[in-house]
């Protein structure tokens, strides 16, 4: 079964719960390196490892990256938090709990904006709190033993912030927008590089539906969730899922089921566990995390400019339509390389549309990250594509060849309008030598045009155009043909 919408009637209820990896070069509570991609077990230490006897202490960077993070969604922080321990048994989690926080976390309110059918809506956060990160299980490489697994710890003690919405998502769309803005604004801070495949950006959504005017319905968690599409179809599918089982006349049950991106499906996993099966109680071997106003001054004052505010500026400043300038700002490395390209052509609103049109084009068939963008094709080479274009030197069509020539072969513009003679024809006179011929060669279609049948001067531009190899300025064709050819029958 496919999800398939919201039958009339039914409210979907969608909270979504959102796990981010902070950029220190550090764990939260050790000294190991906090680095993807290294040998397994290689960044451990006793702290990390739970052995008995080994201390935590928090690191200060984690904080003021959490502490950015809130202050960028409009969060309360709170003068003093408290970690907890959150027991539960995995085979990852060597300690046999989680450092947490729970009662009192360290942000809470603030909200993220979404574009929704040309209206702005905006979804309550419930809290941004700090946590460590559990280990990896790997399942594969362990040949000898048929069906057996392995832990990696070097993922154990990552610092976390874990960004839980509020129930106010009423759709899947609505879920895949806010995740996008969520990680735009994760991104442009510098606290998370939000790479889903690596698992520093993780999601965890929260979905109910219920009949138009009563109480929400059971809640049932999704997990496995490794993109933001991914997401949006889970959703799908269980809302689906939902409707279904309500409509049978049965109960949907409380749990926390996985998604199969290969079947587009949902199975159960487990009953969910509520709150206190966690057990949760203070951490015993960390003070209560103090943070003064001095300190959240320092963190609001190292704020970057946030997308919401370049768009606004985009629009504002550069004359970029809105659609435009939202998709421009998504992520922070498209957004320079934009401002960079648009700088160096002096070209904004037209840069803009490359970009759009065509950058964004070649670099999704080729899977391209915007972080690698700037080096498979460098802004000035866009750039000097839009001035050759704006000063007329080369028309449309010899703009695109150039264009797909440049990304391809890697060759600079300028060589290429060179080697392959397409820089446009502004001599007049050569114009009109070549207006002359077509008037020479086709004298049935030129007094077709002066009896007063002007459907054939199309033709006669297309022989003028053919003529010049496409180089002369359109404008300029039709001013002298128009010009030789006089007016046609019954014009005065």
């Known amino acids: 079964m496919k999800g398939e919408g919201v039958m009339p009637g039914y409210v979907p209820v969608i909270g979504l719960e959102v796990h981010a990896q902070l950029l220190t ?55 003093r938090s408290i970690f907890a321990r ?63 697994s392995g832990v990696d710890f070097n993922r ?19 879920a895949y927008l806010y995740l996008q803005r969520l990680k735009s604004v994760l991104t442009y801070t510098e606290v998370c590089d939000g790479n889903m495949e690596e698992g520093s950006l993780r999601c965890d959504a929260n979905v109910s539906i219920h009949e138009k005017g009563s109480a929400f319905g059971t809640r049932v ?47 159960p996993m487990r009953t969910k566990e509520e709150a206190h099966d966690y057990r949760y109680f203070p ?51 498209l957004a320079d390389y934009f401002e960079q390209a648009g700088g160096l052509s002096g070209e904004w609103r037209e840069t803009a549309k490359w970009i759009v049109r065509d950058v964004l084009r070649w670099a999704k068939e080729e899977k391209l ?12 080479r866009l750039a000097a594509i839009v001035r050759a274009r704006a000063s007329g030197s080369i028309t449309a069509a010899s703009a695109a060849e150039i264009f797909e020539e ?35 060669e086709n004298p049935k279609q030129v007094g077709q045009y002066r009896q007063g049948k002007e459907a054939v001067f199309g033709y006669l531009v297309g022989q003028v155009m053919r003529a010049t190899g496409g180089k002369a300025p359109p404008d300029v064709v039709n001013r002298l043909l128009k010009d030789a050819l006089g007016k046609p029958a019954g014009q005065d």
Request: charged share 30%; aromatic share 6%; net charge negative.
């Open 283 to 333: 951490e015993p071997d960390l003070l209560p995390l103090e943070v003064d106003e001095a300190w959240i001054g320092k963190v609001r004052a190292g704020l970057p400019e946030l997308p919401s505010e370049r768009k606004a500026r985009f629009i504002r400043e550069r004359g970029i339509p809105e659609a435009d300038a939202h998709l421009l700002t998504l992520e922070k490395p």
């Open 25 to 79: 070069r550090s764990k939260i509570f050790c000294g190991c390196a906090n680095r993807f991609g290294d040998a397994p077990n290689t960044n451990t230490c006793a702290v990390c490892l739970g052995l008995p006897g080994a201390l935590p202490v928090l690191n200060r960077a984690a904080v003021e990256l959490a502490m950015r993070m809130a202050l960028a969604t409009g969060c309360v922080i709170n003068g």
């Open 221 to 267: 968690e999704l997990k496995n969730l490794n993109s933001f599409r991914n997401v949006q179809r889970a959703l799908e599918f269980e809302i689906a899922r939902q409707e279904r089982v309500l409509e049978e006349g049965a109960k949907v049950v409380q749990q926390t089921r996985l998604y199969d991106a290969g079947s587009g499906e949902t199975r």
């Open 86 to 148: 959150k027991n539960y048994f995995y085979p990852d989690l060597p300690k046999g709990y989680q450092i947490s926080q729970y009662d009192r976390p360290l942000a809470t309110g603030g909200s993220i904006s979404i574009d929704v059918d040309g209206q702005t809506r905006r979804i309550g956060l419930t809290r941004i709190h700090l946590e460590e990160d559990a280990g990896k299980l790997v399942h594969e490489g362990f040949s000898s033993t048929e069906g057996a």
């Open 406 to 440: 440049a990304w391809t072969s890697g060759k600079e513009p300028d060589a290429i309008i060179r080697d392959r003679g397409l820089s446009r024809i502004t001599d007049e006179s050569a114009i009109a030598a070549a207006v002359a011929r077509a008037i020479e």
């Open 156 to 174: 154990s003690g990552v610092p976390l912030i874990e960004i839980v919405g509020e129930p106010e998502i009423r759709s899947p769309q609505e």
């Open 369 to 380: 990250d915007s972080a690698k963008l700037g080096d498979r094709f460098p802004p000035a």
